[in-house]
């Protein structure tokens, strides 16, 4: 790691304000040790807790009602399901996504959080030889997939991602995409103290959401793989799944706690901290292909300011003229539209600007690749996607395949030596210390932590072993 880098994600330490995105580098940065982590994550969460109104936050008051408080939850989450499906069958239109280019947009905006799925519950595999958090190890060690990568929830979320051809668009994200996923990633790394705030926040977000349930059915109607969204509805269940467990770690950890208000309190903080940052609701509600488009222009912009002809002008100045700075661009497609270049609302084969990206002969074939073509395509047609009789166009993807084929050539001395080592030794317990920071929230998606989470839930889980 060069020496620049590793002193500015040390600087993160010091500083009092910083970004959400460089504290996410900074969790996730396998250079910098546990320690350090813990005392930047015991001061960022402890900041958060202060800064935040926990007083109405929804929670049983009779905490022997919790289980039925949940189940209650999740029954009415799936009647408004029922309710929605209700509605499609009697011929309304989907309710999240109108178009392929607004699922996009979803799932590039709530990457930054999945990619940071069960990053919360690291801190309990270090107690993996005390029995009362072997339930909430056992729902960290799932969210891992068990050491399987087509189980493993980064896994798939990044699978997804690059075959949907999505992985450039994550990294122009605004700052208040990282303020949750800093969250989970900080309590990955808190100290014991803040053991309760983990289990209330763990209780919160194995809670069913009707969202869930929505988005699942609408990405599977466009035609876009649900895998990921789907595992959630299935392993978050209340009969014997996360959520099960979860209420499970609960119960087991109240009753060792003296004081017990102290730790309800805890709780409901921990609880609390879920709704913080953006949620999948608010993106929801905020799905704005305008400023995606703009975003895929101006990008666009950087490379082609000094190629366009200069016998192309409009409103008196040259297309070069128009791309050259990023506040030019906005302007240019306002009077690509005004010019009839660009015809919003309407089949984008009735577009000039569509055909010259879009067709073999146009002059800009090429320059947009197909899931940039999807979302233009998607944002000129609008409306027009949801009215009767329209054939919308699905751009053909190129479908990468890289999970069936992945195969590395290099050898992977860092797994080799892991496996050596856990061959070589006889104690259980030096096993478990030396498989552990492979299984954190930087590494257990690789090939050595996919490896190590195998060895781990053998350890640990057998049972779970035939699951695999």
């Not at 995409?177 to 977000?205: C, D, K, S, T």
Request: glycine share 4%.
């Amino acid at each position: 790691m060069p020496v620049a880098v590793k002193k500015h994600s040390l600087e993160l330490l010091d500083k009092n304000q910083q970004s959400y995105c460089d504290l996410v580098s900074f969790f996730q940065n396998p250079d910098i040790s546990i320690h350090v982590k813990e005392k930047k994550a015991s001061s960022f969460l402890r900041h958060e807790i202060q800064i935040m109104n926990s007083d109405t936050v929804e929670f049983p008051s009779n905490i022997t009602k919790i289980q039925d408080w949940i189940k209650n939850n999740n029954k009415m989450q799936c009647l408004e399901y029922q309710s929605y499906l209700e509605r499609r069958k009697n011929g309304a239109g989907r309710e999240y996504f109108k178009n392929i280019g607004q699922a996009f947009e979803f799932l590039v905006k709530v990457a930054p959080v999945k990619k940071a799925d069960g990053s919360w519950l690291y801190s309990m595999v270090h107690y993996w030889n005390d029995p009362v958090f072997r339930d909430l190890i056992q729902i960290y060690v799932e969210e891992l997939g068990l050491g399987i990568a087509k189980a493993n929830h980064v896994c798939v979320f990044d699978d997804l991602i690059l075959d949907l051809g999505l992985e450039h668009f994550v990294l122009d994200l605004e700052d208040e995409y990282y303020h949750q996923p800093a969250i989970q990633l900080a309590l990955a790394y808190a100290p014991p103290e803040f053991i309760p705030e983990i289990i209330g926040f763990n209780l919160a977000y194995e809670q069913l959401p009707l969202h869930l349930l929505i988005t699942n059915y609408e990405l599977n109607e466009l035609g876009i793989d649900s895998h990921y969204f789907n595992l959630h509805i299935t392993i978050d269940n209340m009969d014997n799944g996360h959520s099960h467990l979860s209420v499970k770690a609960f119960e087991k950890i109240y009753s060792k706690f003296r004081d017990k208000n102290s730790f309800i309190d805890k709780i409901k903080i921990g609880f609390a901290l879920n709704d913080k940052g953006l949620s999948s609701r608010q993106i929801l509600k905020n799905l704005n292909l305008d400023a995606l488009v703009l975003k895929i222009l101006k990008r666009k912009a950087i490379l082609g300011n000094l190629i366009h002809s200069h016998k192309c002008i409009l409103n008196d100045k040259a297309v070069n003229e128009w791309l050259s700075t990023p506040e030019s661009v906005e302007e240019f497609v306002e009077i690509l539209i005004d010019k009839k270049w660009i015809n919003l609302n309407q089949d984008p084969e009735q577009s000039r600007f569509w055909k010259l990206i879009s067709h073999a002969e146009g002059k800009m074939y090429g320059v947009f690749n197909s899931t940039e073509k999807q979302i233009i395509y998607d944002w000129i047609a609008g409306d027009l996607i949801q009215r009767a009789g329209f054939k919308r166009q699905k751009i053909a993807l190129v479908n990468k395949n890289h999970q069936d084929f992945a195969f590395s050539f290099l050898l992977n001395e860092e797994l080799e030596q892991i496996q050596h080592q856990i061959a070589e030794t006889g104690n259980l317990a030096l096993k478990m210390n030396k498989l552990l920071p492979y299984l954190a929230p930087h590494s257990h998606h690789s090939e050595t932590g996919l490896w190590c989470t195998q060895r781990f839930v053998d350890f640990l889980f057998p049972f779970l072993s035939d699951k695999k």
